[in-house]
């Protein structure tokens, strides 16, 4: 048993330590996996001065990134076999020259060309072996490489104008075979077409074999990412297809699709550039800025729905305005002016990216959905960006900047957090499920428990009508026989005979005239509960209705009725079944108690009950007559105390009468002492108006939401529920969308136009196709949004339901 004990202790604080780190692991695993993909270090050996030394190092095993100050020469094309002249400057490679200035503290513009060169010492004894390599990424956007004054690669064409200027992005390997101790590298750019110009990626140097290689590693991590972003965009729409209610699935559908549009012309590899020859440059290009602006739309709108807050909206509005028209940008813009507007268009979506930011901040501190997830994936994202910008402007660290690496530390939790839910919903599924096959079990259990009490109604009523038909049967036998008696002698009674005989054929008539009302009450409250006519109405008012219509009964046996109601009280109940009950257990007390005795009334509150209390002073009852009173087998009548007669079934009726408010009667009685009722009402003012075509889940429902304390009233269609509301003014009405006749929205439009300006009654709108979460998007169209409350699906278990219309009230 300990060891069970223990057992389990650290099976909870395994899987509790498991929840709290579970960002920081999501967080750890995507390092990992970028830092295997991308974050490679190569040996920093920075070039001074235009020369690179690298006769020490090992070129068998290692390449060496190029980094460090190549000489420079702006607006001029040197003759690649003469010697360096002397107005040379010096350039760091890896940057952009429009961010670096020249001798004079000026900045270079971003269009223009120069001559980039640089002379690399090679170790002693490497000269006539493999022959060396370089892999030259996007140097934006037209360049010729020389190597020791031979031509050995050439990209796009260069010009010193825009007009002789062809652009080109594609990235390159190039042999050069080497027969001295140094590589004279010269390579002439020029650029018209984009904002970054230069040798703005690092070029690599080795041996072939290990250059290849790396090329290698580059493009099959490019087409796995390439492969993943498609498997994982068409994942999330399969997820939206399958979940409706989850938008946000489909949006980041359209995020992974710009990401696979970015990755297939950002990264390294640039595999679409490399796929298509050079007349295709622009329009890749123009391509690679519709990825960018699918991904800033998309991606926008699921941070800025997160907090569900109306600037949030607005933004949104914004945002797509601003996205159309980047895109706009992006496909007419013309070449020599495009470059330029995307870079700032680019850099102004930072804005948004903080907008986003501060919306799932705002997210996270009201509890959203979801919203720690989008808060640590985005937090990500941005610490990954600022990475980027360190790298990209600091080249002599040695590491390569992550790029759109910094996008996947936000979709990759994203796609995990989906799934996540994507289980849930299955889960959901497969509970709901199990539980409409309880259901069936439970209805069919149903059905057999209400055929039974049908059956038991039946024969009671049978039962009764048999016994209204004998006691009626004898009084008006009686009053015939009387009426038979005066016809024949008429002439011969005396006037005081004739009176005495006239007042034996009123009681008869009377007593016949009430068991009728009797007998209609019942007729109104069938097997299976009255429709209540609930209305708010005061107790103690309706008492002292009830002790005046009984006080001549009283008066005529000498008992006086002294009542004690120090609390005004008021429920909302049928009022005149309820006054059924109280006249007919005040009624008994008189018919049972001795002549110039007292009944007493009293009024009180006893914790959630209001407690009405009768006691009289006469025959009182044993245990086993009350126990035939309140049992279901026939009774026989027991004459008052003054030889009144009666049925004995108007105890059991008052019994049905309160079960059907989900109140209680309580009998205490001493034979020869007398006998009390104790009758307990729900004093709650919760009042719920619940309209629902299906009977069981309407019954289901009401039961859970009365052992909550709530009064409910309950409505078949849209034209039962308006007649209720002509009557009595709920707390809460709760009305199922689809509805035969008057559905749910008709009745809220309906009820909406004849209300009064008072009358503000929170509404929940409940159907079985209403999805788990979400997807009340169509109230907006009905013009309902601020009318209904909530819309609630009808699958949950009533209890689930009930609890969630509570806390929608709080």
Known sequence: MIFRVSFSSIQKSFSASVKFCRYPLIFGLVLLFTSSCHLELSPTLLAKDGVLDGRNLKFAEDTVNLIGKWEFYWNEFLDPNA?????????????????????????????????????????????????????????????????????VAENGTIGKNSETHVPSFHT?????????????????????????????????????????????????????????????????????????????????????????????????????????SDDYCIPLFRFSRIGFVIVLFYGGSVLLNLAQMRIFKKMLVLLKVYSLTFLLVSILTPVKHLALISYYFEYLSAIFVLIGLFSVSLALYFQRKESKLYFFSLFLAVLGGVIDIILISHPNFGFRPMGLFSLYFFIIPQTLGVTFGLVRVYKRSESISKELYKRKEALEKKVKARTAELEKANRWKANFVSLISHDLRSPLNSVNQILDVIDFSFSETSEEEKKKFLEICKTGVTQSLKMLEQLLDVSRFDAFGTKLMQTRFSVNELLNEIIESVEPLATLKGIRIQKDTPIQAEIIADRTLIGEVFKNILTNSIKYSYLNSEVWLGVSFKGKWLSVEIRDRG???????????????????????????????????????????????????????????????????????????????RSDLAEVMRRNQWIVIEAGNGEEALSHLARITPSLIITDLHMPGMNGISLIHEWEGKRNQNQKIPIILISSDAPLSGGNSFLEEEGLETIVSAYLSKMYKADDLCQQIEMILV
Request: net charge neutral; hydrophobic share 40%; aromatic share 10%.
């Open 172 to 276: 390159k390997i190039v042999p050069i075979l080497n027969g001295k101790e140094k590589v004279d590298l010269v390579i002439h750019i020029s650029n018209y077409s984009h904002k970054f110009a230069g040798i703005h990626g690092i070029i690599r140097f080795g041996k072939l074999h290990n250059i290849i290689q790396v090329w290698n590693n580059y493009h099959s991590a490019s087409c796995i990412i390439l492969i993943f972003m498609g498997i994982l965009s068409i994942y999330h729409a399969l997820v939206y297809l399958i979940n409706r209610s989850e938008k946000n699935a489909l949006r980041m559908s359209f995020v992974y699709l710009g990401i696979l549009i970015l990755s297939a012309t950002l990264t390294e590899t640039r595999i679409l550039f490399n796929f298509f």
């Open 619 to 697: 025959l009182g009852m044993s245990e086993e007559q009350i126990h035939k009173l309140t049992g279901e087998e026939n009774i026989k009548s027991t004459p008052g105390t003054a030889g009144e007669r009666g049925t004995g079934l108007g105890l059991r009726l008052c019994m049905n009468i309160l079960e059907a408010h989900f109140g209680k009667l309580r009998i205490k009685s001493v034979l020869g002492v007398g006998s009390s009722f104790e009758i307990s009402l729900s004093k709650s003012t919760k009042s719920v108006l619940l309209v629902d075509d299906s009977g069981n889940f």
């Open 83 to 151: 010697p360096s002249p002397n107005n040379r400057s010096y350039m760091q490679v890896g940057v952009p020259w429009f961010s670096q200035q020249n001798e004079d503290g000026e900045e270079y513009p971003s269009f223009g060309y120069a001559t980039y060169r640089l002379t690399i010492l090679l170790p002693e004894g490497e000269s006539n072996q493999e022959p060396y390599a370089l892999l030259v990424p996007v140097l934006h956007s037209a360049y010729k490489i020389y190597a020791n004054g031979t031509l």
